[in-house]
């Protein structure tokens, strides 16, 4: 009997590891890719993040500057006559406006009251840009005797703001030493005298 010779060819299993190393190779190549890819949608969506969080800010800011009312009031003489009776002074007067805010306004409206001093806005609305005066006439009521105290009187305005909102804001308006207080003074002091 012949002896029977086992042949191995180790040639065939070195093919089969070269396949599989190809495919391993493939497939880290593919989750490269695919994780290139999603970091790239990630940067790009942070980048879009970004924008859109600046624009909402942005416009937040824009709608809370339009809101803001900051202003000065000061008494200005429009003395175009007046009377005195038992004491009390009417006349006509004006109110020059300063808008320091960072929007433009529209006052719609001016009013004050204390004890011996009644302020009432007449005439037309008036329209203020950031920065810019404007004059508001106004009846004045005062009485000689009280009218003209320390303390500031506390002049409420109605605004129309950028939004067409109306918001009601406060100025303290100093009477003692104005251009009221001279009108007024005028009117008293020959009353005072009789």
Same mark, same amino acid.
Do not use: K
């Given at each position: 009997?012949?002896?029977?010779?086992?042949?191995?060819?180790?040639?065939?299993?070195?093919?089969?590891?070269?396949?599989?190393?190809?495919?391993?190779?493939?497939?880290?190549?593919?989750? %490269?890719?695919?994780?290139?890819? $999603? &970091? !790239?949608?990630?940067?790009? @969506?942070?980048?879009? +993040?970004?924008?859109?969080? #600046?624009?909402?800010?942005?416009?937040?800011?824009?709608?809370? %500057?339009?809101?803001?009312?900051? $202003? &000065? !009031?000061?008494?200005?003489? @429009?003395?175009?006559? +007046?009377?005195?009776?038992? #004491?009390?002074?009417?006349?006509?007067?004006?109110?020059?406006?300063?808008?320091?805010?960072?929007?433009?306004?529209?006052?719609?409206?001016?009013?004050?009251?204390?004890?011996?001093?009644?302020?009432?806005?007449?005439?037309?609305?008036?329209?203020?840009?950031?920065?810019?005066?404007?004059?508001?006439?106004?009846?004045?009521?005062?009485?000689?005797?009280?009218?003209?105290?320390?303390?500031?009187?506390?002049?409420?305005?109605?605004?129309?703001?950028?939004?067409?909102?109306?918001?009601?804001?406060?100025?303290?308006?100093?009477?003692?030493?104005?251009?009221?207080?001279?009108?007024?003074?005028?009117?008293?002091?020959?009353?005072?005298?009789?």
């Amino acid at each position: 009997m012949a002896a029977e010779h086992v042949v191995i060819d180790l040639d065939e299993h070195g093919r089969e590891p070269a396949e599989r190393s190809d495919i391993t190779h493939g497939n880290v190549a593919n989750r %490269r890719n695919v994780l290139l890819a $999603l &970091v !790239a949608a990630f940067v790009i @969506g942070v980048v879009l +993040g970004g924008i859109g969080v #600046g624009e909402l800010r942005d416009s937040r800011a824009q709608r809370e %500057r339009s809101t803001v009312v900051s $202003l &000065v !009031a000061l008494p200005e003489s @429009g003395y175009s006559g +007046g009377s005195n009776s038992r #004491g009390t002074v009417v006349l006509n007067g004006q109110l020059t406006l300063i808008n320091t805010g960072p929007a433009p306004i529209t006052i719609r409206a001016v009013q004050a009251e204390r004890p011996g001093v009644q302020v009432r806005g007449v005439g037309q609305a008036r329209h203020v840009r950031p920065g810019g005066t404007g004059q508001i006439a106004v009846d004045l009521q005062l009485e000689c005797a009280t009218a003209f105290d320390l303390e500031p009187l506390s002049v409420r305005f109605s605004v129309e703001t950028e939004d067409r909102r109306l918001r009601e804001v406060r100025y303290p308006v100093a009477l003692v030493g104005s251009a009221w207080q001279e009108d007024a003074m005028r009117l008293c002091e020959p009353r005072l005298d009789s």
